[in-house]
């Protein structure tokens, strides 16, 4: 068994879509020892196709079969040569697969690719749709953990992605943050309006006021008289 349940599949399915560029995702959901059919289509139709593959991409990186255009298909795994069967339509670009007899270890992304052109120079174009199929399989059968390396991989990647873009936005959020200015002290608004005036600037002018009157004062004073000595 995968031990891969239904929230690891749809997180899975949200990593690896998010991960890789080209394509698009068919999720498909099988039990055990059912059947399923895919259908792959060129995403770019070229001269001369000759060949066809199918690949897993992500828990087991490994080819699953190809063939030659009216050749028959070779499967690499012996025990997939009774449950893969592949019908030639290469005239039209198209392949239709079906795996049979579905196993929890049939979990994997899916890739088919068309193969144009004259070896060695030939070039590899992928399908319009890449097929992540979950098998939901409760028997007990070993785990192979070490199919488990590229699912830690790829999510530990995809975490990382998303802290340095988390990262990223943050340092330009705050640069673009518009920088605010410092206080200006506040204006007596009260005492501006009613004319009142502190009170040392009072105590001031009032004793300015005082000095000049006292200056006039003494100014206009009449002199003392002068007493002689009889």
């Known amino acids: 068994m995968l031990g891969l349940n239904q929230a690891n599949v749809i997180f899975l399915v949200l990593t690896v879509s998010s991960v890789t560029a080209d394509g698009d995702f068919l999720y498909i959901s099988k039990t ?48 997939d040569k009774d449950r893969i069967t592949a019908q030639d339509k290469l005239d039209n670009h198209t392949v239709h ?82 920088k605010r200015k410092p206080p200006q002290p506040m204006v007596p608004v009260y005492e501006e309006m009613t004319g009142v005036q502190p009170a040392k600037e009072k105590a001031t002018k009032l004793q300015e006021t005082n000095n000049f009157l006292l200056s006039k004062e003494n100014y206009y004073e009449k002199p003392k008289s002068r007493q002689f000595p009889e």
């Open 32 to 79: 055990r020892n059912a059947s399923v059919d895919i259908v792959c289509e060129s995403a770019k139709k070229e001269e001369n196709l000759f060949a066809f593959s199918l690949t897993r991409k992500l828990l087991q990186s490994r080819q699953v079969l190809y063939f030659r255009k009216g050749s028959k298909a070779f499967i690499n795994n012996s025990d």
């Open 97 to 178: 697969l079906r795996i049979s007899n579905l196993q929890g270890q049939d979990t994997d992304v899916y890739d088919c690719e068309f193969h144009y052109g004259d070896p060695p120079f030939d070039i590899s174009v992928p399908g319009k749709m890449k097929f992540f199929i979950y098998v939901e399989d409760f028997s007990h059968e070993p785990c192979n953990c070490s199919s488990y390396l590229p699912l830690i991989y790829v999510i530990s990647g995809a975490a990382c992605l998303l802290g340095v873009m988390m990262v990223t936005f943050a340092t330009i959020y705050c640069c673009k943050r518009p």
